[in-house]
């Protein structure tokens, strides 16, 4: 009796850690099992020239997984990311001067002028949707399908079905161009081998950087975790939630536009319906990196986690044999798997609050 | 007082007889060795104070408390209910003060929400279901097309057409709670001449209410609760309403209580901190008028459904007025959203604690939220928000004192508690309070009340909003007596005692 006495709170401190922590370590378990995983089932998964590749197809996803973290923490959603950077990415090429052999009727400006235009393109998107979401009360799960739509439709009359190829030379290099290269020896030939570090990697990393701090250590990111905690009580605290909440629109739609310019020079190309697969991928990595879907939990730190799941998963599945039609399946069951994980460490941590 | 009952039921048997039912919640005794009688053909009025034990006895009679001790009979058959089904099996039904109808479906649907007549391929057979719900509201006296929309009617008419859905069912005991609280004076006279129609058809009613007019109004008999506890049953012709609160509130038994009566000093020299003249919602208030004093604190007391909750929010920017004027320190002003009254010094805590904290994050978190933009510009400091925590954690001695752990693992008083701290760093100009004891142990009351009283001696404009005389008698230094929306009474000074606010009521 005694030793049941004594057993009792302690199971019930651990179950409360867990209750409150399974929502971190569940993503970073995930994430040491797929590497531990696919590091035995293929000999050139764990090397470093593909580590960085991982981290280098992540890098435009990582700019826009940082507003959406912001969006999905005040317990909203954004599903036009992917739509305004294509259109954003658009707009930047067809402000810039194209080939000959490009069929479009654009409008050749300065690059200064063009990279402003394209991101005063983005603060509209971002104005409108959060416009439509705090005055008129549209929820933003349709307002932001509403604004995917338009958004698509702008890059669809930019374009009308052609590619354009030119950017502006900053845009050029940020999404493109070389930082700088770690020297990784010499090889057998007698060269020496050099890996590049790419300015979009240095880009989001700056992204996740200044969208950690803002976060975590400033009045507006508090703001954004009351709100998303509890939106009533954060109103009757006196909080702005409106402002918030149209904020953090605006946010997500500049982070998705600047990764759309990027985006745009690190394919190359600039063209319709290019950045199709973002959306779920950005949307994915904020939520299986445990983010709270129901807001007010998680942060830039699980949005890395997530996006390293998802950069493992995409990556290491192009290393071993597997049809690849098959592949996106498992992907669609890993976001499954970490959806549940996401709802049920929500409702644990609720019935823990309130047994307390 | 049974034997009394019985002679003037004249040997007729009743239709429903509880016999000393007792029912507990955890250690709580909510009721007492209740008896209570409901002959056919009845109005049967029920009155007491809010936790008297009138609910809990309908919720017996009802078949939503299934668990208690004593017996209950129906025409002299001993029944134990299981469930709200099994009491509508046993013709015994309830409307709630909250209306349960869908105000998007028809007239028709929600008379016969769940049981829509079907044809013979199993869809639903709208030709027979309005003609039927036609017929059922007719013999209620009333002409409602019943495809019009439940949301397009008055609230009256919701609420007869909720009656109907009642005796469509074929309830022949029907328990009414609270039904006048939110009807005008016309429509309570067409509720109760639908009352009297079905009482001449046998069937019998329990009226519980608040407004002791209406109750002496309607009832054939009136029983009163007090404290769990039945106090009398009585005819109605052999009472006035000065008895009924009498009995209600136990004077004489014994002495006074704190908060039965209060000495108000309400100080007209004191300067109008904020002044509300005429004010209407377009629902809940019309044409309500209150001005708060600078180092006074106001009491508004009402029923539940009086307007109250709605001048709270209204006053605090969370929702808005339609008509009227808001004037802070002589100059109008109109708070579209809560952070705008609150950048004008106006603080409000709600009757709901769960509405203003944040139950997940630690303490400080939740005191420091309302004053964030006041201790740090952009970067925060939480070593400042913890100090800031700390002094307040020791003012109010909210226990355990710790500024880390999640509100929620504090108890219910002591939530409260920092729920008022929120606002207290920076003096607000008016502090808008609702129902700021409710629910809570003695000890943090009076915590509370200690709390409230200093704030008005450092000449805060306060508002108390309650349901509870005693609240409102233990803070008040004048009080305003809501009724529907609008003032029925103001009392600025002398003495006053809780009979005095009932009858107002």
New interface residues.
Partial sequence: MTTGETAAPRSFSMKRFLAEQLRNIAPVFTLVALVVFFTFASSSFLTLDNMLNIVRQLSITGIIAVGLTFVILTAEIDLSVAAVANAVGITVAYFTIQPDYVNIANIPLPGWIAIILALLSALAFGLVTAFGITFIGIPSFIMTLAMMQIANGVSALLVRGQIAYQYPELVTTLGAGTAFSIPLGINAAGKAMFIPIGWAIIVCMIFLFVGHLVLT???????I??VG??R????????????IIGSVMVICAMCSGIAGMLGVAYFGSAQQNQFDTFLLDAIAAVVVGGTSLFG??GGIGNTIIGLLVLGVVNNGLDHIQIDSFLKILIRGLILLAALIINVYAQVL?EKQ??L? | MQDQSRQTSGGQQPLLELTNVSKHFGGVMALQNVDFTLLPGEIHGLVGENGAGKSTTMKIIAGVHTDFDGTMKIKGREVRLRSARDALANSIGMVHQELSVVPDLTVAENVFLGNQPLTSIGTVDWGRMNREAKQLIASLGLDIDPTTTMGSLPVGLQQLVELSRVLFSGARIIILDEPTSALSPPEVKQLFEVLRRLRAEGRSIVFISHFLDDVLDISARVTVFRNGKKVITEETAKLTKDMVIAHMIGRGSKGMHMGEAAELKGDDAKPVVLSVAGVSDGKNLRDFSIELRAGEITGVYGFMGSGQIELARALFGKAPLRRGSVSLDGKPVRFRSTASARAKGIAFVPENRRMMLFRQEPVYKNVSISILDRIHRMWLKPRTEKRIAEGHIKDLQIRPPRTAIPLGSLSGGNQQKVALAKWLTHLPRVLILSEPTRGMDVGAKEDVIRIVKSLRDKGVAILVLSTEPETILTLADRVTVIRKGTVAREFATGHIEKADLLAAA
């Fill in positions: 250590y400033t009045r507006y990111g508090r703001y975790y009351m905690g509890n009533e009580a954060a109103e009757y605290s006196g909080v702005n939630v409106k402002f007010g939990r941590k609050a309130d307390d």
